[in-house]
């Protein structure tokens, strides 16, 4: 580059010719001055000396690790870190004694250090805990609700979200007030025109899995879906992950509706909804269109929640200290071993049995049975 400057080439057109930027060729002919090519040093290094002014000598960076390892093994308390290594130095007087952060610099250099880095593991695939959900090969819908909006005037509101694992199908209801009614009939019209999924995800809301005080307690929403052969799921008390793509939703249904604009009434407040849905669906034609297959409502369906109980329904849950799984007001023995651990539970409605796989997160596609119970189905009439 630089010969090619001297015999009469610009610089620009010396960057050009060899793909290097105008300020590299600036430098490289700065550096050669007007001195002969075979004099000139092209050694591609930083100016100033091969060591920094303030590096601490040698022979203080060999005291530090002589006296890391005498800590190590003759200390009474056993503590050879930097603060350690630091007393022990002012203990001997040494002259130009290193600073805490410069004795911590000095064993990271060195490589002694015994902290160890967090591994981080990439997250597992979306919907990991059903083994059909994380191959593609079956889609899910999540559910949630928002409640405690209050419309100016004192309008309450409490809004029914819905979204889609692989296709992001997204629905959102706002209501005065959500009941297991509204979300029945909310659901039946939802899934009439998109199709049924394989599987329904919800949180332990009561309006979702009914009542808590009464065991084996199979609220209307869960005789729905039974009945239309969509399994329901249940995700973890009080666990991050399960319910993230429904709480992302949430968020953005408030964000880009509720606190984006002044709704005078509900009717409002529900118009805006449907538009925003309505675009959402739009954007995300090619992914719903490219999503596990959603089957169709069966003709003539009629909803009757009196119906024996048949299919299965999905509970995921965390083992307490003795191995035991809380699920339906029992207590079922899941793995002495696998203490304060995830598992899936399988209630086997119709082979009246349970089953409790054992869930790991770093090992996703790893769920061996754990256990088999047996299971006596409810047989006591629905109450209205």
């Given at each position: 580059m630089v010969l090619a400057v001297r015999r009469g080439s610009s610089l620009?057109?010396?960057a050009l010719r060899f793909g290097v930027s105008l300020a590299t060729v600036q430098f490289w002919v700065a550096r050669a001055k007007d001195l002969r090519l075979d004099r000139v040093d092209f050694a591609d290094r930083p100016l100033g000396a091969c060591r920094p002014a303030n590096r601490v000598p040698r022979k203080i960076e060999q005291q530090v690790l002589a006296i890391r390892r005498?800590?190590?093994d003759q200390s009474t308390l056993g503590e050879h870190g930097a603060l350690a290594i630091r007393q022990a130095l002012l203990a001997r007087r040494i002259k130009h004694c290193p600073s805490l952060r410069t004795i911590g610099r000095i064993l990271l250099r060195q490589g002694v250090l015994d902290g160890r880095r967090r591994v981080r593991r990439p997250p597992p695939a979306k919907g990991w805990f059903l083994p059909e959900v994380a191959a593609g090969r079956a889609e899910i819908d999540s559910l949630d609700t928002v409640t405690d909006l209050v419309i100016k005037g004192g309008t309450q509101v409490t809004v029914l979200n819905c979204i889609s694992l692989h296709g992001g199908l997204a629905q959102s209801w706002p209501q005065g007030k959500i009941t297991a009614?509204?979300?029945v009939r909310l659901l039946l019209a939802h899934w009439q025109r998109f199709g049924l999924p394989a599987y329904a995800k919800f949180d332990n809301d009561l309006i979702f899995q009914g009542a808590h005080q009464w065991p084996d307690s199979f609220g209307r929403v869960i005789r729905l879906c039974l009945q239309l052969g969509v399994t329901p799921v249940f995700a973890p008390p009080r666990e991050q992950g399960f319910q993230a793509e429904?709480?992302?939703?949430?968020?953005?249904?408030?964000?880009?509706?509720?606190?984006?604009?002044?709704?005078?009434?509900?009717?409002?407040?529900?118009?805006?909804?449907?538009?925003?849905?309505?675009?959402?669906?739009?954007?995300?034609?090619?992914?719903?269109?490219?999503?596990p297959a959603r089957r169709a409502m069966p003709e003539g369906f009629a909803f009757h929640p009196d119906l024996p109980l048949a299919g299965?329904?999905?509970?995921?849950?965390?083992?307490d200290q003795d191995g035991l799984v809380n699920c339906l007001g029992h207590r079922w023995k899941a793995d002495r071993h696998w203490v304060h651990r995830l598992t899936r539970v399988e209630v086997d409605l119709s082979a009246g049995k349970a089953r409790i796989y054992a869930l790991r997160r770093k090992e996703p596609a790893a769920?061996?049975?754990?256990?088999?119970?047996?299971?006596?189905?409810?047989?006591?009439?629905f109450i209205e």
């Open positions: 620009r057109q010396t005498q800590l190590k009614k509204i979300v429904i709480e992302a939703f949430n968020g953005r249904w408030q964000r880009l509706v509720w606190r984006r604009h002044h709704h005078r009434n509900l009717a409002q407040l529900q118009q805006r909804s449907e538009h925003f849905t309505a675009a959402l669906l739009a954007r995300s034609a090619a992914r719903i269109e490219a999503a299965c329904v999905i509970y995921l849950r965390r083992t769920q061996p049975l754990l256990h088999t119970q047996a299971y006596n189905v409810p047989r006591k009439k």
